[in-house]
């Protein structure tokens, strides 16, 4: 496996004992988990993977989807199309400003 160019993080808010229990879980950031894997292929991204994580503590701004190396915390994540946008935005190399919450 070669290092990866990006690593997007999604938060699926597990807790300690495992369960999910946060804002993300509740507003279905595990059902883009697919949706973003299935785009990085038909984009051709070859450089970036994605992975799910424990609770990020940001709920109140959940979902949360984390892109490195740039160190971009996005808030909001709530639809296809603001995946779009992230996504299009990783190919360009800009940050989406309007979703950056840190």
Not at 7 to 19: Q, T
Not at 27 to 50: L, P, T
Request: charged share 25%.
């Amino acid at each position: 496996m070669e290092k990866p160019t990006h690593h997007i993080f999604v938060c699926a808010s597990f807790r300690a004992k495992g369960e999910p229990q946060g804002v993300c879980h509740q507003k279905g950031a595990m059902n883009f988990v697919s949706y973003i894997e299935n785009e990085i292929i038909d984009r051709g991204m070859d450089g970036v993977v994605v992975s799910t994580t424990g609770c990020l503590k940001a709920c109140d701004r959940g979902p949360i989807m984390v892109v490195y190396p740039e160190n971009h915390w996005y808030g909001g994540v709530e639809s296809e199309d603001i995946i779009d946008e992230i996504l299009d935005a990783i190919e360009d190399g800009e940050p989406v400003e309007k979703y950056l919450i840190c």
